[in-house]
């Protein structure tokens, strides 16, 4: 912001003073029009035409406040001393204003897949026991047959030191309920046989983990026509 007084007393007038002037850019030195030129405290103000040049009139003897403004520049601000009844000739530049905005961080959850959207809403139906991706990434060092104990799942070790879950089979007219090896569907599929051997799956690998321990429990798309006990429910990890 600057103020310059070019020139004073050019002329004589009566009991009252005029201030002219010239208006521009402090960078370009182009004139600006459209700038508002007041004294605030006698309800005086003109606007520059857009050669940058304004006259304000019947300005009183005494001390004033000589503001000049422009959207999208800094105010400049002076005292205004009239000892004389004179014109009085200004050169007026005003500094370009670059506002500083407070910056603004996001952070985007990542999308889930259809599986785990899925996933989460089978684990908000109350049925079943959960491992969360949390919960894996957490327990990568430990073993899936630890994890299933801790919410307390059965889990027994058979020949070739298999380990296995251990389910509630469906009572059937013969007999009641029996304990019986989990089946395990990975990433949707059905492993039969072999594939129910929990060493088989580092929990560093896995995304999700479900648990239903009796038919009943499982979703209707995991359990095919014959399944006589309860089942694991596997998800790969999402890279």
């Known amino acids: 912001m600057a103020l310059i007084v070019a020139a004073s007393q050019p002329e004589r007038l009566g009991a009252q003073a005029v201030i002219k002037g ?15 030129v007041l004294i605030e405290n006698l309800g005086l103000r003109t606007m520059t035409g857009d050669s ?3 006259r304000l009139s019947n ?4 001390n004033h406040e000589f503001r000049v403004r422009r959207i999208g ?5 002076a005292p205004l001393r009239v000892e004389a009844a004179d014109s ?4 007026l530049s005003l500094e370009a204003w670059v506002p500083e905005l407070e910056p603004i961080f996001a952070t985007a959850r990542p999308r889930r897949s259809a599986r785990m959207e899925e996933f989460e809403q089978r684990r908000r139906s109350g049925l079943g026991r959960y491992l969360t991706p949390d919960q894996l990434r957490d327990n990568e060092h430990r073993s899936l047959a630890d994890l299933l104990r801790e919410m307390g799942i059965e889990v027994s070790h058979s020949f070739g030191n298999q380990v296995h879950a251990i389910g509630i089979g469906s009572p ?10 989990m089946g395990v569907w990975l990433d949707g599929i059905d492993l039969p046989g072999l594939g129910d051997d929990l060493n088989q799956y580092p929990v560093s690998m896995l995304g999700a983990v479900e648990v239903y321990r009796r038919p009943v429990e499982a979703p209707i798309q995991f359990t095919p026509t014959g399944t006589l006990c309860g089942i694991l429910l596997l998800w790969s990890r999402e890279r």
Do not use: K
């Open 22 to 36: 010239h208006v521009r850019a402090a960078q370009s030195q182009l004139p600006l029009g459209q700038a508002e």
């Open 52 to 54: 940058g040049f304004f």
């Open 59 to 62: 300005i009183p003897l005494g």
């Open 73 to 77: 520049f800094i105010s400049a601000v």
């Open 88 to 91: 009085l000739i200004l050169e």
């Open 172 to 181: 059937t007219f013969l007999n009641a309920s029996t304990r019986c090896v």
